[in-house]
């Protein structure tokens, strides 16, 4: 699949089958994430992989129960600020914050690309979400993955002339 096509068949998908995702796929698709960009070169997040029951039903909770966080794949993306040494308060707050969301949606293109459906999760509890990857690290998007258990309907977007300014 073309790149922009990709970036077009990209949706919130937010029911899933219960098919599994294949490990190559999985495999592609962590393969995606590091070779994303990331402050020079420094990679400041860490990816958790959900593969444990349990562990999947605590994150619904901690999603303010978005069901559809028990999905086949789920992948947790912090920072980790300790990465990034010499780039001082902007690189622990923001730079690391961009490198685990490009990452993220490296991921995300790349799960588009093998088949497969995703939703961005951004609104849980943070420090429930540490607590059961029991990590220090935190954590700024819960990325549930799966094969489709529904069809989008078609995607409603500002005019890009809303979106973009030349100066």
């Known amino acids: ?38 402050a020079m070169g420094m990679q400041n997040f860490k990816i958790f992989v959900v593969d444990n029951p349990k562990k999947k039903e605590m994150l619904v909770k901690a999603t303010y129960d978005q069901e559809y966080v028990n999905s086949s794949l789920v992948l947790v993306f912090c920072i980790d600020p300790k990465r990034i040494k010499f780039m001082g308060n902007r690189g622990k707050t923001l730079l690391s914050v961009q490198d685990a969301t490009i990452a993220a949606s490296y991921a995300q293109l790349a799960a588009t690309s093998l088949g497969l459906s995703s939703v961005w999760v951004g609104h849980f509890k943070e420090k429930a979400v540490a607590q059961i990857l029991k990590t220090k690290l935190r954590p700024v998007v819960v990325l549930p993955i799966g094969y489709a258990n529904e069809k989008p309907k078609p995607k409603k977007s500002q005019s890009m002339k809303s979106l973009i300014k030349r100066i």
């Open 1 to 38: 699949m073309s790149f922009f096509k990709t970036i077009e068949k990209r949706r919130s998908i937010r029911s899933y089958s219960s098919r599994k995702v294949e490990k190559s796929k999985i495999q592609k698709i962590l393969k995606a994430a590091w070779m994303s960009p990331s």
